[in-house]
């Protein structure tokens, strides 16, 4: 199943361009560069102190095919890997090393840097693939129904958007994996008794997840206590604990208080005192668009640097597959479950709602939905997965044929953006129309089938062993 899943990123890691992730400028020369440039690729600017001649390719890629259009495809990049430019975007650090982002994700990418920018950067990619192809699935522990229930939300969740960024450079692919992987954890964990035999396999996997995640984002930190305190406080609702002790429960609550409220830093809570009046209209607007951000999580934005549009079927399909199974849930969920399923849903939006607003930010412009996915994510699969209901067959085939259509038409868009762009019909032949194409690996159209045909294949195999264990 790893190797299914990592076919299925892998096609999506060669469906896009170099830069074609938001800020891969940044994160290319962060990578290229380090902190005291990384000669021959990179060399500090002699005229300017915090600045670095490194390639165009790398220092900004984008910019030809993003200021031309989506009808433009990725042809323009031709030559731009032999001229050199000037650039401070790239992780700075102080005097104390403390940088901008973790220097971890960056210090072991540049290990992929060769002279052939394009072959490094999807080596990169494949690179990201495999992390998560290979963490995700040992974290899942495919043995139970439950376990198979919070894969098929985490697919669900995942599909298309967050695929296109974990086979990606973008930081965010590492913060999403980890944090997944941490979340798959703490759903096999058993909570009566840390020191049993079972939960050593999810601590080691979360532990893991948890090395990857801190590695590329700041905020993974924060985002893995809420997780916790989530994990911790649905076990308190859960059956088991009614064999607890009175005295045992009281001091379970401990914990939760603290782990609750340690989380509360998570994306600048602490600052809440300070949240002035002038506020409360942007609070106001950004209440009233606040959809758009569960839309944003698959897709309707648009990919890349918001000019690489999915067709609407696509990121459509993909919320309704989510919206079926959310309605199962608080539909057939106890009534306890049902609230811990809407507190986890509320403090998604919570989140989303007050991070734009306390920056001062309109919903749709600056913050983007990739920010949250990291907690969304793993947070819903957890919750869902523990609901205590299961999910019945129809409706696991009915979301498997939803995402694999939304994945395979995304895929296929964003192939066609880069490699002949959308003057051209979506259903051309990707083969005909090549205008830019990796100059090593299989071709377009190849790339597509196998990428479509594998996440196929991996919900196959999901759906057959999910029928093995009802039977």
């Given at each position: 199943?790893?190797?299914?899943?990592?076919?299925?990123?892998?096609?999506?890691?060669?469906?896009?361009?170099?830069?074609?992730?938001?800020?891969?400028?940044?994160?290319?020369?962060?990578?290229?560069?380090?902190?005291?440039?990384?000669?021959?690729?990179?060399?500090?600017?002699?005229?300017?102190?915090?600045?670095?001649?490194?390639?165009?390719?790398?220092?900004?890629?984008?910019?030809?095919?993003?200021?031309?259009?989506?009808?433009?495809?990725?042809?323009?990049?031709?030559?731009?890997?032999?001229?050199?430019?000037?650039?401070?975007?790239?992780?700075?650090?102080?005097?104390?090393?403390?940088?901008?982002?973790?220097?971890?994700?960056?210090?072991?990418?540049?290990?992929?840097?060769?002279?052939?920018?394009?072959k490094s950067v999807?080596?990169?990619?494949?690179?990201?693939?495999?992390?998560?192809?290979?963490?995700?699935?040992?974290?899942?522990?495919?043995?139970?129904?439950?376990?198979?229930?919070?894969?098929?939300?985490?697919?669900?969740?995942?599909?298309?958007?967050?695929?296109?960024?974990?086979?990606?450079?973008?930081?965010?692919?590492?913060?999403?994996?980890?944090?997944?992987?941490?979340?798959?954890?703490?759903?096999?964990?058993?909570?009566?008794?840390?020191?049993?035999?079972?939960?050593?396999?999810?601590?080691?996997?979360?532990?893991?997840?948890?090395?990857?995640?801190?590695?590329?984002?700041?905020?993974?930190?924060?985002?893995?206590?809420?997780?916790?305190?989530?994990?911790?406080?649905?076990?308190?609702?859960?059956?088991?604990?009614?064999?607890?002790?009175?005295?045992?429960?009281?001091?379970?609550?401990?914990?939760?208080?603290?782990?609750?409220?340690?989380?509360?830093?998570?994306?600048?809570?602490?600052?809440?005192?300070?949240?002035?009046?002038?506020?409360?209209?942007?609070?106001?607007?950004?209440?009233?668009?606040?959809?758009?951000?569960?839309?944003?999580?698959?897709?309707?934005?648009?990919?890349?640097?918001?000019?690489?549009?999915?067709?609407?079927?696509?990121?459509?399909?993909?919320?309704q597959a989510f919206?079926?199974?959310?309605?199962?849930?608080?539909?057939?969920?106890?009534?306890?479950?049902?609230?811990?399923?809407?507190?986890?849903?509320?403090?998604?939006?919570?989140?989303?709602?007050?991070?734009?607003?306390?920056?001062?930010?309109?919903?749709?412009?600056?913050?983007?939905?990739?920010?949250?996915?990291?907690?969304?994510?793993?947070?819903?699969?957890?919750?869902?997965?523990?609901?205590?209901?299961?999910?019945?067959?129809?409706?696991?085939?009915?979301?498997?044929?939803?995402?694999?259509?939304?994945?395979?038409?995304?895929?296929?868009?964003?192939?066609?953006?880069?490699?002949?762009?959308?003057?051209?019909?979506?259903f051309e032949s990707?083969?005909?129309?090549?205008?830019?194409?990796?100059?090593?690996?299989?071709?377009?159209?190849?790339?597509?089938?196998?990428?479509?045909?594998?996440?196929?294949?991996?919900?196959?195999?999901?759906?057959?062993?999910?029928?093995?264990?009802?039977?």
């Amino acid at each position: 199943m790893a190797l299914l899943l990592f076919m299925t990123l892998a096609a999506w890691s060669m469906g896009s361009a170099v830069g074609s992730s938001p800020d891969e400028d940044y994160v290319l020369t962060s990578i290229w560069c380090g902190t005291e440039g990384n000669p021959p690729y990179c060399r500090k600017d002699p005229d300017q102190a915090s600045s670095f001649i490194v390639s165009e390719l790398v220092a900004r890629p984008q910019f030809c095919y993003v200021n031309q259009g989506a009808d433009y495809s990725a042809s323009c990049q031709r030559g731009m890997a032999e001229n050199t430019v000037a650039t401070s975007r790239l992780n700075k650090c102080n005097s104390n090393s403390d940088c901008v982002y973790p220097k971890r994700y960056f210090e072991t990418q540049m290990r992929f840097v060769s002279i052939d920018i394009e072959k490094s950067v999807l080596t990169m990619r494949i690179f990201n693939c495999i992390i998560c192809a290979v963490l995700v699935i040992a974290s899942a522990q495919i043995s139970n129904l439950r376990n198979l229930d919070a894969v098929l939300v985490w697919l669900t969740l995942a599909t298309p958007f967050s695929f296109w960024i974990i086979a990606s450079v973008n930081t965010t692919s590492w913060a999403i994996i980890g944090t997944s992987a941490i979340g798959f954890s703490l759903v096999n964990v058993n909570y009566g008794n840390f020191l049993m035999p079972q939960n050593f396999y999810p601590l080691v996997s979360s532990t893991f997840g948890l090395i990857v995640a801190v590695s590329s984002r700041r905020e993974s930190t924060e985002i893995t206590l809420l997780l916790i305190a989530i994990a911790l406080i649905c076990y308190k609702f859960e059956k088991e604990t009614t064999n607890l002790s009175s005295q045992s429960r009281n001091r379970f609550h401990i914990p939760i208080v603290v782990l609750s409220l340690t989380t509360l830093i998570f994306y600048q809570f602490r600052d809440l005192i300070s949240f002035e009046m002038t506020n409360i209209s942007l609070l106001g607007e950004n209440l009233i668009e606040l959809p758009k951000f569960f839309l944003g999580i698959h897709g309707s934005w648009g990919l890349g640097w918001f000019e690489t549009f999915l067709p609407q079927i696509s990121w459509i399909f993909a919320n309704q597959a989510f919206l079926l199974i959310i309605y199962f849930h608080l539909k057939s969920a106890s009534s306890k479950k049902r609230k811990l399923i809407a507190l986890v849903l509320a403090l998604n939006l919570m989140g989303m709602l007050f991070v734009t607003t306390y920056s001062g930010f309109r919903i749709g412009s600056v913050i983007q939905p990739r920010y949250f996915l990291p907690f969304v994510i793993p947070s819903l699969a957890f919750v869902l997965s523990r609901s205590g209901v299961r999910v019945p067959a129809k409706i696991f085939k009915t979301v498997c044929i939803l995402i694999a259509i939304s994945n395979s038409i995304a895929l296929r868009a964003t192939i066609q953006r880069y490699t002949s762009g959308n003057d051209h019909f979506l259903f051309e032949s990707l083969n005909e129309t090549v205008e830019w194409w990796w100059n090593f690996g299989p071709n377009p159209e190849f790339v597509w089938i196998a990428g479509s045909m594998s996440f196929i294949a991996f919900l196959l195999v999901l759906a057959h062993i999910r029928e093995s264990m009802i039977n």
